[in-house]
């Protein structure tokens, strides 16, 4: 049976070092926070158009409301 804890195995597997496990780390962290930055903007911009159509469509009478969906 062969020992997988075996110093000749480790030395012939590769292993990210910790320096590279660090980056990679750093990268998806950055990657994460642009897209919930670009997310957050996504978002902003919807309310704005949503808050802005709501204010149109209060001053018309061409538009009118859809009923609040009954509970089941």
Do not use: W
Request: charged share 30%.
């Amino acid at each position: 049976m062969k020992n997988l804890c075996s110093p000749a195995d480790r030395e012939r597997e590769p292993h990210p070092s910790r320096h590279e496990r660090l980056t990679q780390s750093e990268q998806t962290i950055t990657e994460l926070a642009d897209f919930r930055t670009q997310a957050l903007a996504r978002l902003a911009t919807q309310h704005e158009e949503i808050v802005r159509l709501r204010e149109a469509a209060a001053g018309t009478c061409r538009v009118s409301r859809l009923p609040a969906p009954q509970p089941q």
